[in-house]
Each structure stands twice: as C-alpha cells, then as structure tokens.
C-alpha cells in the first residue's frame, strides 16, 4: 500500500501560536483515517492543509507523492472532494447544479454531468426525480449534508476530507449518515479523512484514529486499540463512552 | 403657449433624461468593479470609501460650484454636470456591492474555493449572483437620488428639468417650478419602480 497523503513534519503557526506542530502521518489508500480531538486541537487545520486551503509554516504535506505547494492549487482542489459541518451548498443553484458543479468546471459533457448526478443523488440515498431540480433551501439538514457529500464525489475524487460533516443534525439523522458513509466506503473504497470531536463516531467510522490534543499527535491507533489506550486524552475522550455506560 | 411649454417639458424631460443615463452608467461602471476590488483589498477600503463618503457629504449645489473651475473635467455645462452627478451616485453603488460581496456565506466561499474554483469562477458564479440583490438595490438608491440631483446641473447650463426650476424661483413663477419638479418627480417613481421591479425578479431566480 501505499501513503495517498503524507504529512511530514507539518507545522502550522499564526504568529507565536503554533496550531499544529509537527505533523508526521500518512495515510494510505483506502483507509479512513479519523483525526480526533477537542476544540482547538488542530485537526481542521491539519485538514485544510491536505486540500492546500492552508500550506505548512514547516515541514510539507504530500498529496500522491508531491507536495502540496507544487501542486497547481486548482487541479489540487479539485482532485479532492471536501466536505465540511456548514456544507456550503450554492443556495442560487439547484441540488443537480450543485452536485454537477465540478464536472461542470472540469467541462464534461452535458449527457455525461446528468448521468453522473443522478447515480450520485442515487448513492446518497435521494431520489434525483424529487430532488433533482430543489433548491438547497428546500431540503432538511440531513438531506442537505447528503447533497454535500454527493458533490463531494462527483469528479471522482482520489481523497475526500470531511470536517465534522455530521456535526450540526439530529443524533438520529447523524446515524443515518454514518451509516451511509460505511456504505459508500464499502462501495467506493475511497480514501477519506475524518475530522471529529465525537469518540463514538471516530470509533464506528475510522480504521485508524490519530488522536491530536494541542496541536501535537498523542496517537495513532485502530479503533480497537484505541479502547485500551492510556495516556490523559485517550483516557477523557474514553471517558465520555464510560460515564454513559455506568449510568443506572 | 402652451403647446411651446409642453414641448420644451419634452425636450428637457429628455436633456434630464440622458445625464441621468449617463452619469448612472459611468457611476455603475466605476463603483461595482471598485466595490469588488475593495472586497478583496482591505487596504484600500477605508480610502476608497472615503473618497466616496466624502463626495456624498458635500452639498450637492457645492459640489457642481467647486468643479467648474477644475481643468479638463470642469466647466460650465454637461461634462462638469455629468462629473458631478457620478461622484454623487458612487457611494450607495460602492458600499451595497461591498456589503453584498462581504455578505456571501463564508462556508459557501470556502466550499467554492475547496471545489477548485478560480478567482473568476468565484465572482461570476457565486459572489456576484448571491450578491446582485444588494447590488441593485445601491443601484436604485444611486437612480432615484440621481435623478433629483440632476435638477441641480442646470445651476452650471447642464440643462435638463433644473432649468424650468430655475427660472422659476428667479421669477417667483410657481408654474414654471413645478414643470420642471413633477416630471422629475415622475421619473424618479417610474425608475424606483422600475428597479424595484428588477429587484424582486432577481429574488424569485
């Protein structure tokens, strides 16, 4: 196997504050990796560094063997589907135009983009009959985040990021959508990295979790080991499995 | 008589007319780019801003008095009238197309930048259209105050409505006032109306 993205020595500062420090962790093909940690941690920077959003202060991020810097920032981006908690839907467009928007930019043919949106409207659970023509202010939340992961697949992307994607609907929502994600990793097998606060979720999504606790990676385990963890972080986050399941 | 005074409403109903057009125009032509460049440089927007505030808060009658002296663009009659008109449509253009492109959702811009969105993709296809509204209603502000402004430009022989106004206050001839204050007045609702009609067409797209 080998590494689809790789952090080396990655840091990132804002002044005198150093947000991330030191990153070094790669990721490999197919794997979803899951970057856990607290408000602050890190996480979404390290992130937003893998789609070139935000570049290293030190170190570099590699995307397929080249890192991000040399990369031609628009080809980068659009190799690479990102899916973020706000979502980000274009509220001027319809779902289809949505979903079509990067095929549309990478400048598919017509037949070929509505094809391809109807089997991604398809993949994500929605009805492209029903959907189809709807404006983003039409749609629930948990639809809506269906909407942005489908857009995030329609170039076929070689990796996805998502940013807490599930973090804003309801518990119930949230599960149907965790689940749709095991389903589409299953389908698809895409490389994907999951940033989340949730332990649960890290739990049931990740094949690795990297835990990450002021901007410094306190480990990379598999959810598995992850339970028997030591260390302060991995113990809080544990913690907050345990103090629900010793509730009466 | 009074065929000779509804002709001369016509023609200078037209005069008025055409410096609104014009000035407008150039305002449009000058603040919305300005308005998109002062987005994205945050450096220079107190300047440009103030420029234009500065415009705005001399008195309209000063303001056409001050350029008749300036070279080039001053002078008595149209040129200097259409100058002044410009300078004094600018600020409700610029800073509505500010505010509109500034207004655009951050998770929208940041998801457009992250799907591989050039600089121009993003003004075209997202900043501009979510932004036109508030664009248009700076547009039709400018349009309306435009057209009663104008009325001044025949102070400096810019012509148009002003010049019944005009000669009505030196004649003390409420008659020739109002020629020239009820079709200003009259266009100035038409083109509010107008605009607004616009307006909400944009909001149902």
């Known amino acids: 196997m080998s590494a689809v993205v790789e952090f080396r020595a990655a840091s990132y500062r804002i002044g005198a504050r150093e947000i991330l420090k030191s990153l070094t962790l790669s990721i490999e093909a197919g794997e979803t990796l899951v970057l856990l940690g607290r408000s602050g941690s890190g996480k979404t920077t390290a992130l937003k560094m893998v789609n070139g959003l935000l570049f290293p202060s030190a170190g570099e991020v590699l995307v397929d063997g080249t890192p991000t810097r040399r990369w031609d920032p628009v080809r980068l981006k659009r190799r690479i589907g990102y899916v973020i ?59 809506r985040q269906r909407v942005g992961v489908a857009r995030a697949l329609a ?58 606790c002021d901007g410094a990676l306190e480990l990379v385990a598999a959810p598995r080991q992850f339970l028997d963890a030591r260390g302060n972080e991995a113990c809080a986050f544990l913690e907050c499995l345990d103090w629900k399941a010793d509730r009466p | 008589m009074n065929t000779g005074l509804a002709s001369e409403i016509a023609q200078l109903t037209l005069e008025h007319l055409t410096l609104v057009l014009i000035s407008m125009a150039i305002a449009m032509g000058v603040a919305v780019p300005a308005g998109i ?135 003390v001839d409420s008659a020739q006032i109002l020629a020239g204050a009820v079709p200003a007045a009259c266009i100035a609702l038409a083109a509010d109306g107008a605009l607004g009609w616009v307006e909400r067409r944009w909001t149902a797209g």
Do not use: C
């Not at chain 1, 990067?102 to 400048?107: A, D, G, K, R």
């Not at chain 1, 094809?115 to 029903?130: C, F, K, M």
């Not at chain 2, 655009?104 to 811009?109: F, I, K, Q, S, Y």
């Open chain 1, 85 to 143: 908690q706000e979502i980000g839907l274009f509220p001027h467009y319809t779902v289809a135009e949505n979903v079509g928007l990067v095929p549309q930019l990478e400048h598919w043919e017509a037949p070929r983009i509505r094809s391809r949106v109807e089997a991604l409207l398809r993949q994500v659970g929605l009805d492209p009959e029903q959907f189809g023509a709807r404006y983003p202010a039409q749609l629930s939340g948990g639809q």
């Open chain 1, 155 to 212: 170039a076929d992307p070689s990796v996805l990021l998502f940013d807490e994607p599930f973090g804003a609907v309801d518990p119930v929502t949230r599960l149907d959508l965790q689940k749709q994600f095991l389903a589409l990793r299953q389908e698809l097998g895409k490389t994907a990295i999951f940033v989340t606060h949730d332990v649960r979720e890290a739990l049931m999504l990740a094949t690795r979790i990297a835990l990450l």
């Open chain 2, 37 to 171: 460049l002062i987005a994205r440089r945050l450096a220079w927007r107190p300047w440009v801003l103030g420029f234009a505030n500065v415009m705005q808060t001399i008195p309209s009658l000063a303001l056409f008095g001050f350029l008749i002296p300036v070279p080039l663009i001053g002078g008595i009659g149209k040129r200097t009238a259409i100058v002044a008109l410009v300078l004094y449509a600018l600020l409700p253009i610029l800073r509505n197309t500010l505010v509109g492109i500034l207004g655009v959702d951050p998770a929208v811009r940041e998801s457009a930048v992250a799907m591989g969105m050039t600089g121009r993709q993003l003004l075209w296809r997202v900043e501009l259209p979510l932004a036109a509204r508030t664009i248009l209603a700076g547009i039709r502000v400018a349009t309306v105050t435009t057209i009663g402004t104008a009325t001044i430009a025949a102070a400096i022989g810019g012509g148009g409505l002003g010049v019944f106004i005009f000669r009505g206050i030196a004649s």
